[in-house]
């Protein structure tokens, strides 16, 4: 069975740390791009970084750009979220999300199949 | 960063309605654009990549249209499963974005 579980959610200060980990199990983790998208309470979607399937590539959103890292671990089947000088507006739900890709016509759409159940990150004093 | 807009912002149905959705970026993104639903307490769900092709396993009641910079979903016939919140997504440039979502509520 294909499945994805987030971790190392939580409660933390302004300007504090967390390490998200997403583990992965039932395909070929290495065939595949990788995403962590997150959700605020009563929110919608946001796409925060993805990360290329050897880790060569990696893209994030501005706001977190310089704060964050994306990454991952082929050979442990996981991946990870270093989050840093954390900001009350990254409280969310943080889903990793697996890209397969959709090809048509031989041209690569983004198509996220998979998403994890999320971790909760709340940032407060 | 691609600015997407998304209307209307909620809207009422019955079941067995067909029902639209407009997304519209504020660029052209050729057809690189996908929808998403999620309902209360659940994660999203890919329905259509591409801006036209069905994902694998979806209700062929859903179908999406458009090129450029307007695009549309299209449920056919509403139905109960079916209430919930849409979602676009461009992957034409980085960062992706998202659209703010359409609340499609029971009437």
């Known amino acids: 069975e294909v499945q994805l579980v987030e971790s190392g959610g939580g409660l933390v200060q302004p300007g504090g740390s967390l390490r998200l980990s997403c583990a992965v199990s039932g395909f070929t983790f290495s065939n595949y791009w990788m995403i962590w998208v997150r959700q605020a309470p009563g929110k919608g979607l946001e796409w925060v970084a993805n990360?290329?399937?050897?880790?060569?590539?990696?893209y994030y959103v501005d706001s977190v750009e310089g704060r964050f890292t994306i990454s991952r671990d082929n050979a442990k089947n996981s991946l990870y979220l270093q989050m840093n000088s954390l900001r009350v507006e990254d409280t969310a739900i943080y889903y990793c999300?697996?890209?397969?890709?959709?090809?048509?016509?031989?041209?690569?759409?983004?198509?996220?199949?998979?998403w994890g159940p999320g971790t909760m990150v709340t940032v407060s004093s | 960063a691609i600015q997407m807009t998304q209307s209307p912002s909620s809207l009422s149905a019955s079941v067995g309605d067909r029902v639209t959705i407009t997304c519209r970026a504020s660029q052209g993104i050729r057809n690189e654009l996908g929808w998403y639903q999620q309902k209360p307490g659940s994660v999203p769900k890919l329905l259509i990549y591409g801006a036209s092709n069905l994902q694998s396993g979806v209700s062929s009641r859903f179908s999406g249209s458009g090129s450029g910079t307007d695009f549309t979903l299209t449920i056919s016939c509403l139905q109960p499963e079916d209430f919930a919140t849409y979602y676009c997504?461009?992957?034409?440039?980085?960062?992706?974005?998202f659209g703010p979502g359409t609340k499609v509520e029971i009437k």
């Open positions: 990360i290329k399937k050897d880790g060569s590539q990696k």
């Open positions: 997504l461009q992957d034409f440039d980085y960062p992706r974005t």
């Open positions: 999300v697996r890209d397969p890709g959709g090809y048509v016509s031989g041209i690569y759409y983004d198509a996220f199949d998979i």
